[in-house]
């Protein structure tokens, strides 16, 4: 389960194809024509932020790519400041690496991705709604709630989905998300949704996981907004946050029988055409 950037590269997509790579829970690397997107690469370990030192989380597979051989990307996008979405191991490996990745982050965790020894100059702060334009990607904000929504003193989201467009076609991204009222309203047209599964509960959080959508409201909110694939993330890397991929399709079956979905391997590419 490795991806080379060589093998990327070598990837040719005819017009109107983007290429897709899982890189583990919520972590996937866009490819545009020659132009390059990875959304919350975390390839490394959770680190504890006092003592610098790895904690007793075992992933379930090793990262697929190093953090190093991102020396591509052209734009890093982060959803929100947890560590296995904006790590600070793997961001500051990619910036020392890729002197001209960008990083475009929710605007109040700004300062936060700045810590990791990323140049501000680098760092684009997205606010919802608005629209990002970059080497060929739109980039737009979405409110997140991770549970509920956690917005800063000026009215920013330190949470947000992305919608991404390249090459006429449309990405949801959800980063970590609960259904609330509106959301729906705000996705259309999109192709590929990219929905957590992993859910929450009473034991989840007392262990401090905080919830995403459960499986039948990521394939409730994929059906409502007609998204012509769905695809679960946020289910395989840790036992302890763990959804059986079976339990996923039984749902679908259920409630949104004969819609497209794609259940990705580690280091998998998928071709998405337009």
């Not at 949470?159 to 006429?168: P, R, T």
Request: charged letters at 25%.
């Amino acid at each position: 389960m490795k991806i080379s950037a060589s093998s990327i590269a070598n990837t040719n997509l005819a017009d109107g194809q983007v290429g897709i790579w899982y890189l583990g829970q919520e972590g996937f690397l866009f490819k545009n024509k020659d132009k390059y997107l990875v959304v919350d690469p975390y390839l490394s370990y959770y680190v504890d932020e006092n003592c610098c030192q790895f904690v007793e989380w075992e992933r379930l597979y090793a990262p697929p790519i190093s953090a190093k051989e991102l020396s591509f990307v052209d734009v890093v996008v982060c959803t929100h400041s947890h560590y296995d979405h904006a790590d600070p191991s793997t961001l500051s490996k990619i910036a020392k690496a890729n002197p001209k990745a960008v990083f475009v982050v929710p605007a109040p965790e700004l300062e936060t991705i700045a810590a990791y020894g990323i140049e501000k100059e680098r760092i684009i702060g997205a606010k919802a709604d608005e629209i990002l334009s970059i080497c060929g990607f739109e980039i737009k904000g979405v409110p997140s709630a991770h549970e509920e929504f956690h917005i800063d003193e000026n009215g920013n989201y330190h949470e947000l989905g992305y919608i991404i467009e390249a090459d006429g076609q449309r990405f949801f991204h959800a980063g970590d998300m609960c259904l609330y009222d509106g959301l729906a309203e705000r996705l259309t047209n999109i192709d590929i949704a990219f929905l957590p599964i992993n859910g929450r509960d009473y034991y989840r959080n007392k262990n401090d996981i905080i919830g995403n959508f459960d499986c039948v409201e990521a394939v409730t909110l994929a059906k409502e907004i007609g998204a012509k694939m769905l695809v679960p993330m946020h289910h395989d890397l840790y036992a302890v946050n763990k959804v059986d991929p079976a339990y996923f399709i039984s749902v679908l079956n259920e409630i949104h029988p004969y819609r497209q979905f794609h259940i990705f391997s580690p280091a998998e590419c998928y071709i998405s055409i337009k």
